[in-house]
């Protein structure tokens, strides 16, 4: 009927009313998003950003000085013992010269004028000084035979062997007159046969040499063999 057609028309009216009210406050709603979005990445995101940059700078400076510090740490322990090595070489060094009638500054400066040539290190050169002291050899003759046995084990020593252990073997051969660590220094002689050469010059055999002979036969038989 008429009257049944105007109402279905005027509910369709309203319904598509709603419907262009709702699709309008859609657009607005996604709008306000996109600008929220836009104020987020422009300001707040930004400064989020630049917040995070900061701390990851922050937190490499403090793992560069971490290591850093580690490695200054180690560095100075390393030193620290060094130190500590040095003193205790010096000292022990210093205890055998007073024990044989030499002064411990004499002593101790000759260690360092071997080390100054640069082919020993101050312990190496306190070791072996040691050792031919405790020998019975008169600084001197023991300074003396420190430069025989570097001369020799800079060019004929065993190739096992590092410079400063070839020397300070040497010298520990020495005090124990032992050829085979007297050896590895360079020098290829035997003990032994020193003692008869010298001991001939002298007019004797060998098996007749004292202490004292037998310590001047080897510093004759080092030098003459260096």
């Known amino acids: ?17 709603v419907m262009n009210q709702n699709t309008a406050a859609v657009k607005k709603n996604e709008f306000a998003q996109d600008g929220l979005r836009q104020r987020l990445n422009t300001s707040g995101g930004g400064a989020f ?18 290591f850093a510090t580690v490695a200054l740490r ?44 640069g082919l020993l290190s101050i312990q190496d ?7 031919l002291l405790s020998s019975g050899f008169g600084l001197r003759e023991a300074t003396k035979l420190m430069d025989t ?18 020397v300070v073997g040497a010298t ?27 001991a001939a010059s002298i007019g004797t055999s060998a098996g007749k040499l004292d202490e004292s002979q037998k310590r001047q036969a080897i510093y004759n038989g080092i030098l003459k063999e260096g």
Request: aromatic fraction near 4%; charge should be positive; hydrophobic fraction near 40%.
């Open 74 to 117: 180690s560095a100075f322990m390393s030193s620290f013992a060094a130190a500590n090595e040095l003193e205790a070489s010096l000292k022990g060094l210093g205890a055998v010269a007073i024990n044989t009638g030499a002064s411990f500054e004499e002593a101790k400066q000759a260690a360092l004028d071997l080390n100054k040539k």
């Open 1 to 17: 009927t008429p009257k049944s057609t105007e109402r279905a028309s005027s509910s369709t009216k309203k319904n598509t009313k």
């Open 49 to 66: 950003a630049r917040m995070r940059r900061s701390v990851g700078a922050l937190r490499n400076q403090m793992l560069l000085l971490t």
């Open 149 to 166: 046995l570097t001369d020799a084990a800079s060019f004929n020593r065993q190739g096992t062997l590092a410079l400063g252990q070839a």
């Open 172 to 198: 520990q051969g020495i005090k124990n007159q032992n050829s085979i660590m007297v050896d590895n220094a360079g020098i290829t002689k035997n003990l032994s046969i020193m003692y008869k050469e010298y």
């Open 125 to 131: 050169a306190a070791a072996g000084l040691k050792n």
